[in-house]
């Protein structure tokens, strides 16, 4: 079955530098899903990429689809502590494959 | 709209009991999902459902079983609890565009 992979599994950011997490799919996807968890939370939608090579931004952060639609990416820029959580992708049409996470902490 | 309710928030329950985690939606959405999360883990998928009176299995069904008799709710029912069944469980619902939206979850502890 498929199976999506995240690095790195934990990240530590000193506040204002920026960092990427990757996503890793062993199929190729019609489309992914970026979503963020904080601490004690809930897990939240944050894009849908649908596109081959498609790159999306919101504020800080921007989103990539590779070229083959097995890969994804998140570069958050200038961290800030509101930042903290887990990142997870997830792919793939309406039976999501969930990563295991990029969980993110910020010293400040 | 409340969007996803969950509950119990929290049970602790002993080896052998059962229970139901109950999910309900005001979204109108066919598909919902439950879905558990271990400690520093992703999700893995329990069961899902595509409308009412539709079910199937995720990638962890053992020990799990649901129905769905209505669009706005779906059940998980936990018959003989056990340790490996401690855990966070967070139901969703997908719209038409497959953006997953989750309920608060509920913390289960089995002892």
């Known amino acids: 079955g498929q199976q999506v992979m995240q690095i790195p599994q934990y990240q530590h950011v000193q506040e204002g530098e920026d960092f990427t997490t990757y996503c890793n799919s062993s199929t190729t996807l019609s489309n992914i899903q970026w979503y963020k968890q904080r601490p004690g939370g809930h897990p939240v939608f944050l894009i849908q990429?649908?596109?081959?090579?498609e790159v999306k931004k919101q504020k800080r952060l921007t989103f990539q689809f590779g070229e083959a639609k097995k890969n994804s990416s998140l570069h958050i820029t200038a961290t800030q502590t509101t930042d903290v959580g887990t990142y997870f992708c997830a792919g793939d049409d309406y039976k999501l494959s969930f990563g295991a996470g990029t969980t993110v902490t910020v010293r400040a | 709209n409340a969007g996803v309710t969950q509950t119990p928030k929290f049970r602790i329950l002993k080896i052998g009991q059962s229970m139901t985690l109950q999910c309900t939606q005001d979204?109108?959405?066919?598909?919902m999902y439950w879905y558990r999360q271990d400690p520093g883990m992703g999700l893995k998928l329990i069961y899902y459902?595509?409308?009412?009176?539709?079910?199937d299995k995720g990638e962890v069904p053992n020990g799990y079983n649901v129905s769905r008799s209505t669009t706005e709710d779906f059940p998980l029912r936990l018959e003989l609890a056990a340790p490996s069944q401690t855990s966070v469980y967070f139901c969703?619902?997908?719209?038409?565009?497959?953006?997953?939206?989750f309920g608060p979850g509920t913390r289960l502890t089995v002892t």
């Open positions: 979204m109108n959405h066919n598909y």
């Open positions: 459902s595509v409308g009412a009176g539709i079910t």
């Open positions: 969703a619902t997908t719209s038409s565009s497959y953006e997953q939206y």
């Open positions: 990429l649908v596109k081959s090579g």
